[in-house]
């Protein structure tokens, strides 16, 4: 890991050098600005959040007792898979991070260079929207596969102990005794792999809502330049309506000389 993914992107010069100008300048789309790195800093503590309980899960299996148990067993490819699109999340902040920092830092130039009118488009210096996008896809896929998999940890549990009911009763059978009727639904094991689940899901749940808000603000940011022409584009317009005015506006007659008669 880079010095520049690890560190907080709030921490940075170059991001902490462009707020500090538009707060100096009173720039109104400086909140919306702080707004989405704000968001990106939360999605790497949620990120990690996930990552430390998916850890708890690999604990629980190596710890359980019962090594057959298909609950077990079903859930030790899935540990895997979820590790997986963890580590492309990973991936994909630590592409985010370099272009936020990097479009700070070309704000900073072109602010030296042209003034505050350089950031009325402050947009365009931010390439993060493809990535974030992505995340909220990936994060939507992963949502949907961790509650499948804590649905499929109570079905599997149930069969299972379903399946041992039927066992019991006919064990009961041979001894004239009565039936049991009433099947275990959930287990100890299934609830104790089932607890790190649901504490990832609400991870990545938290991260995705820190991700579309991230998006919305971002949104706001492009529609502020959509709204507000540059200078330069201004005068442009400008220049344009006086050189056309000239053209269409009516030729005067040069004023006859008076003609004397001597006198």
């Not at 959040?49 to 090594?67: F, G, K, S, Y």
């Not at 749940?205 to 959509?226: D, G, I, P, Y």
């Amino acid at each position: 890991m880079t010095e520049q993914n690890s560190a907080p992107l709030l921490e940075n010069e170059h991001v902490q050098a462009l707020l500090a100008i538009m707060e100096a300048n009173n720039a109104p789309n400086r909140k919306d600005l702080l707004a989405v790195l704000n968001q990106i800093g939360a999605m790497e503590k949620q990120l990690n959040a996930a990552v430390t309980e998916l850890a708890a899960m690999r604990r629980e299996l190596n710890q359980a007792r019962e090594q057959a148990h298909p609950v077990k067993v079903a859930l030790q490819s899935t540990v895997n898979t979820m590790e997986k699109n963890a580590a492309v999340l990973r991936e994909r902040l630590h592409q985010a991070k370099p272009n936020l920092i990097e479009g700070c830092k070309n704000a900073v130039a072109a602010f030296k260079e042209k003034g505050m009118a350089a950031l009325d488009n402050i947009a365009r210096f931010f390439k993060i929207r493809p990535v974030l996008e992505a995340m909220r896809d990936d994060l939507g896929q992963s949502i949907r596969f961790n509650e499948a998999t804590i649905s499929n940890i109570e079905l599997v549990s149930t069969e299972y102990h379903e399946a041992g009911r039927h066992i019991k009763n006919m064990v009961r059978a041979m001894a004239g005794k009565e039936a049991i009727q009433d099947a275990t639904s959930v287990g100890k094991l299934a609830k104790a792999l089932q607890a790190p689940f649901h504490a990832h899901l609400v991870c990545l749940s938290a991260m995705k809502n820190s991700v579309e808000t991230a998006l919305s603000r971002l949104a706001v940011l492009e529609k502020s330049a959509e709204r507000k022409p540059s200078i330069q584009k201004t005068m442009q317009t400008f220049n344009e309506q006086i050189t056309q005015g000239q053209k269409s506006a009516p030729a005067t007659e040069r004023p006859r000389p008076v003609a004397h008669d001597g006198r």
